[in-house]
């Protein structure tokens, strides 16, 4: 069965770095686009980020761009987000999540639903 | 940037009840491409429904997407007392964004 197993989260002060691993098994992993997407407490869901299956094309929401760094090792079944200058508003459980890719656009974003989550790992940013 | 406005915020029903959910986008959602996910507190979200009306494997037929457009909608025929959560639907045409919830609360 697929599995998605995101770990690395913790506290962490405003402006340090933290990388954060989501483990997947149960599936061909190099075959499928994958996603993080956060919450923060007791809010709503947001888009974070996108890497395609190959590792070649990846895509950011304006809030990250410049700070995360979506990446995937798939010899390792691992898919990582690297995250640069953290804020307080960066606080949120953050998700993994298999990219079921529909169709790809032009640019080579793809246009993806997200059909298996892992369980969140909690970042907290504060002094 | 399409923005999905979810109502209501809150719906309080009775098991057994029929569900409506709206989903209203700020622009055209190409090509059908709306996903609706359930979350349970302290659970990751799951999969129910996408492109606006494919129910994904393993959920049950009382839950059933439609619309097209702007507007969207999630029905649950029959309420059953595992199905109290909240509800994001969610547009993957153009980038990925989610509408804020509405969460199904026990009348």
């Known amino acids: 069965q697929v599995q998605l197993v995101e770990s690395g989260g913790g506290v962490v002060q405003p402006g340090r770095s933290l990388r954060l691993s989501c483990a997947a098994s149960g599936f061909s992993f190099s075959s499928y686009a994958m996603h993080w997407v956060r919450q923060a407490p007791g809010k709503g869901l947001e888009w974070v980020a996108v890497i395609s299956y190959d590792g070649t094309n990846n895509y950011y929401a304006d809030s990250v761009k410049g700070r995360f760094t979506i990446s995937r090792d798939n010899s390792k079944n691992t898919l990582y987000l690297q995250m640069n200058s953290l804020r307080a508003e960066d606080t949120a459980v953050y998700y993994c999540?298999?990219?079921?890719?529909?169709?790809?656009?032009?640019?080579?974003?793809?246009?993806?639903?997200?059909?298996?989550w892992g369980q969140g790992t909690l970042v907290t940013v504060s002094s | 940037e399409i923005v999905l406005t979810q109502s209501p915020g809150t719906l309080s029903l009775s098991p057994g009840e029929r569900a409506t959910l709206s989903c209203r986008a700020s622009?055209?959602?190409?090509?059908?491409?709306l996903a609706w996910y359930q979350q349970k507190a302290g659970q990751a979200p799951r999969l129910l429904i996408h492109g606006a009306s494919s129910r994904a494997t393993g959920i049950p037929d009382r839950f059933s997407g439609s619309g097209s457009g702007t507007d969207f909608t999630l029905t649950i025929s029959r309420l059953e007392p595992e199905d109290f959560a909240v509800y994001y639907c969610q547009q993957y045409g153009s980038s990925y964004t989610f509408g804020q919830g509405t969460k199904l609360e026990i009348k």
């Open positions: 999540a298999r990219g079921e890719t529909v169709t790809i656009g032009p640019d080579g974003f793809g246009h993806d639903y997200f059909d298996y």
């Open positions: 622009q055209s959602v190409s090509s059908s491409y």
